[in-house]
């Protein structure tokens, strides 16, 4: 079992940088893929990022590619997604989660974080 707490959502205005958080407990944390997903009102879960411990190599939607940085620190158990030159079109909760497999697929993932809101203005 995995558990995964999110943090470091808010309000920023469009251009402004925030950097998500996401903290591990239970199993071998560097056993698992780690994604980020987001979610806007009335649309679908939406891939951002993944990091895959074994080759250290993120990967990143089209969308955010050049903007966003996911890295971790497995001494910590925590994963990061730094997100500079932020956009309204950004706007969602972002989830991390945690999959055996190596997929952008959202059912795929095994374990959720509860999320966390983020805002950009225009």
């Known amino acids: 079992q995995v558990q995964l707490v999110e943090s470091g959502g808010g309000l920023v205005r469009a251009g402004g940088s925030l950097r998500l958080s996401c903290t591990a407990s239970?199993?071998?944390?560097?056993?698992?893929?780690m994604g980020w997903f987001r979610q806007a009102p009335g649309k679908e879960r939406e891939f951002v990022g993944s990091?895959?411990?074994?080759?250290?190599?993120?990967y990143y939607a089209d969308s955010v590619k050049g903007r966003f940085t996911i890295s971790g620190d497995n001494a910590k158990n925590t994963v990061y997604l730094r997100m500079n030159t932020l956009k309204p079109e950004d706007t969602a909760v972002y989830y991390c989660?945690?999959?055996?497999?190596?997929?952008?697929?959202?059912?795929?993932?095994?374990?959720w974080g509860q999320g966390t809101q983020v805002t950009v203005s225009s």
């Open positions: 990091l895959t411990w074994s080759v250290r190599s993120p």
């Open positions: 989660a945690a999959a055996v497999l190596v997929t952008i697929r959202p059912y795929e993932y095994d374990y």
């Open positions: 239970g199993r071998t944390f560097s056993t698992y893929n």
